[in-house]
């Protein structure tokens, strides 16, 4: 098929990447004139394993094409995949500006043009936004009637950043909210060989599941940490209590998330516990667990300052300054809010994180960086040699193994563990575990 992709992000660039992979034709279009050379060149624009040689054969093969002109991405596309971003607004609600602008575009073009190419939004929405919002946009623009002239499914994604690739090839389920029965057709068939369940339900179920899953994940990880937090203060290993606890997978459901470790971040989680937190109060529903998991995932980030900066350093390394490992992501990265805290307290920071490249940094990625880390580069140091010497060095990334937190244990640093480095002797001297 011809795929056309507005919003070439994490999840444009990486989808277009793995439906390269499955022999389709792609179009990528995004204002930004760098991703749309990059792209042009087999390049990818984003830091994502596997995604640069997946684009690289798509564009020896010649089925990579990128534009900044929406004009020139929809004539003969089967499908338009709407993938930009939906980021918070300052009241906490979602932002649908890029969303409204791509949807006005396509429905301009639609006018004009004898396509008919399925609308598919991947863009993370609130219930009721596909209805609500997109579809009427879409028919005043092109004058088109979806149901009879057109049609519109809203298809979320499930890609973690990190191994995006592997959950878009072997995918926990696919999901196809449907605007009018059948719609989805072309869609589903881009999945014919997934081995994977298939659900098509209407737009605002296929909406809400997507909400669940972000929501659950959030509440897994601040559970995680919460318990974590209260066995530590009953001088108990909470990795022990947290290895019976997932053992469990009947009642439990998965060990995913439930981990004790680190606060979450990144571009979903935060987000979308703030839009559907502001969801709830505009329709008077109160949902008071929700509306304490940011307050307790922010104060997992506040401890961890307050312990660093107890042992009164002079100065720190991080390993690890984006959300995760294997990305350079750092919007709403509990890291680098860490970063800018032990900054305001004086101390000297360095910072190891190889997937970190400044230079390479895009859109409100390197927007919201820049605000809380405005010298990022002077920070950062190019190898794990350049911690040596730290006071305090914290590990937020498992990108270090047990002998070299064992050197520099050695060399009279302190060692902060936020992971649980594997082979580490917790009762080493100069060693802490975050929750153990």
């Known amino acids: 098929m011809k795929i056309t992709i507005f919003g070439m992000g994490y999840v444009g660039v990486v989808s277009g990447a793995c439906l390269l992979h499955d022999n389709h034709d792609i179009i990528g279009v995004d204002p930004v004139e760098a991703k ?21 054969a798509g564009r020896r093969a010649g089925r990579l094409t990128a534009t900044t002109n929406p004009a020139d991405g929809l004539p003969g596309s089967d499908m338009v995949w709407v993938c930009v971003g939906t980021p918070s607004d300052p009241d906490s609600g979602i932002n649908l500006n890029a969303v409204e602008t791509v949807v006005g575009q396509i429905g301009r073009l639609l006018r004009t043009s004898p396509d008919r190419p399925l609308i598919v939004l991947r863009s993370t929405s609130l219930p009721g936004t596909t209805a609500e919002r997109v579809i009427p946009l879409l028919e005043k623009e092109s004058g088109l009637t979806v149901g009879d002239d057109i049609h519109v499914v809203f298809h979320p994604e499930f890609l973690r950043e990190g191994c995006a690739v592997g959950d878009f090839f072997e995918p926990p389920k696919i999901v196809v909210g449907e605007a009018t029965p059948g719609a989805g057709d072309t869609l589903v068939k881009v999945y014919e060989s997934y081995e994977a369940p298939v659900f098509r339900l209407g737009l605002g179920e296929a909406e809400m599941v997507k909400y669940c899953d972000n929501l659950f994940h959030a509440l897994k990880i601040t559970f995680a940490n919460e318990a974590g937090a209260l066995a530590k203060a009953a001088e108990l290993d909470a990795r022990q209590v947290a ?107 360095r910072i190891y994180d190889p997937t970190v490249e400044p230079q390479r940094l895009i859109g409100s990625n390197r927007k919201q ?55 580490v002797d917790r009762h080493a001297s100069g060693y802490e575990g975050l929750y153990w």
């Not at 087999?42 to 994502?48: D, K, L, M, N, W």
């Not at 009164?312 to 390394?317: A, E, T, Y």
């Not at 580069?377 to 006071?391: R, T």
């Open 36 to 56: 749309v050379a990059d792209l042009a060149q087999g390049r990818s624009p984003i830091q994502e394993p596997q995604v640069a040689e997946l684009l690289a």
């Open 243 to 349: 290895a019976v606890f997932c053992a469990d997978t009947k009642l439990n459901i998965s060990p995913r998330y439930l981990r004790p470790g680190s606060p979450f971040g990144g571009s979903c989680l935060t987000k979308d516990l703030r839009a559907i937190l502001r969801q709830a109060s505009l329709k008077s529903v109160r949902v008071p667990m929700l509306e304490r998991v940011l307050e307790s995932n922010d104060r997992q980030i506040t401890t961890l300052v307050q312990r660093i900066c107890a042992h009164q350093p002079r100065s720190v390394g991080l390993v690890g300054l984006a959300f995760k490992p294997e990305t350079d992501d750092m919007r709403e990265s509990p890291y680098v809010k860490v970063a800018k805290a032990l900054i305001g307290e004086g101390i000297e920071l």
């Open 369 to 423: 960086v820049q605000a809380a880390l405005r010298h990022l580069e002077d920070l950062l140091v190019g190898s794990i040699e350049g911690l040596s010497g730290m006071d305090v060095i914290v590990v937020n990334h498992r990108t270090v193994d047990a002998d070299q937190v064992d050197r520099w244990l050695a060399a009279g640093s302190i060692v902060l563990d936020t992971v649980g480095i594997e082979g």
